[in-house]
């Protein structure tokens, strides 16, 4: 059965910090990577990660995926309370199909 | 552009009764999905139309339920008769036809509780 696992499942930094959300995964016929931060209501697009070994950025969020070992990483660094949310990975099968999602990351962060 | 939305946000209803969501894509997306989290767990894909065809509907957990998209504009995802195990956040997402197809947009989900 397919599967997205994310790790630390919750975690509170203090603002300024730098915090690396993981995930791995396991997804027949992988495509691509996404994740997504949900703080009240909708899930919003962060990245969608298709390449091996490239970097993507956004401001302070930037990810990269490594196909060979299964795993992608998000990176915030110099975190804001309002970076706070639940950060969702999710795994992409070939076309349009439907997403594997993990339980997500909760990340607090405290002024 | 005006994002996914979802109707209503929180149902409240008994066990036994019925209820239906529903879900505007985006407009132009014919890819329209339906996901579910259940407390604790993962959000789990339900069905996939395409247009008004369902593509997948591989996630949908018993024959209570039920989802059209008629038309292949909004979509409806009924419950009924709901059980307290169906208790959860109903999202729908949207996503293009073409390159960018992956990238599916999310709606704020409708919060189901049975009682």
């Known amino acids: 059965e397919d599967k997205v696992v994310q790790s630390p499942l919750s975690l509170v930094v203090h603002e300024g910090d730098t915090v690396t959300l993981n995930c791995s995964y396991e997804v027949t016929n992988f495509r691509s990577l996404l994740w997504y931060k949900q703080e009240k209501k909708a899930p919003t697009f962060l990245f969608m990660l298709?390449?091996?070994?490239i970097e993507k950025k956004s401001g302070r969020l930037s990810s990269i995926l490594d196909k060979k070992e299964l795993f992608s990483i998000l990176n915030i660094t110099a975190t804001q309370t309002g970076d706070s949310a639940v950060y969702l990975c999710a795994g992409g099968v070939s076309g349009n199909t439907p997403l594997v999602f993990g339980k997500g990351t909760r990340l607090s962060v405290i002024a | 552009e005006a994002g996914v939305t979802q109707f209503p946000s929180h149902s409240v209803i008994e066990k036994g009764q019925t209820v239906t969501l529903r879900c505007d894509p985006i407009?132009?997306?014919?890819?329209l999905y339906w996901y579910r989290r259940v407390m604790g767990k993962e959000i789990k894909f339900l069905l996939h139309f395409v247009k008004e065809s369902k593509q997948d509907e591989s996630g949908m957990p018993n024959n209570r339920f039920l989802a059209e998209r008629t038309g292949g504009t909004y979509s409806t995802l009924k419950v009924q008769p709901a059980e307290l195990e169906d208790s959860g956040v109903y999202f729908c997402?949207?996503?293009?036809?073409?390159?960018?197809?992956?990238?599916?947009?999310f709606g704020p989900g409708t919060r189901l509780t049975v009682l």
């Open positions: 298709t390449s091996s070994g």
């Open positions: 407009s132009g997306h014919d890819n």
């Open positions: 997402a949207s996503s293009q036809e073409g390159g960018a197809a992956d990238t599916q947009y």
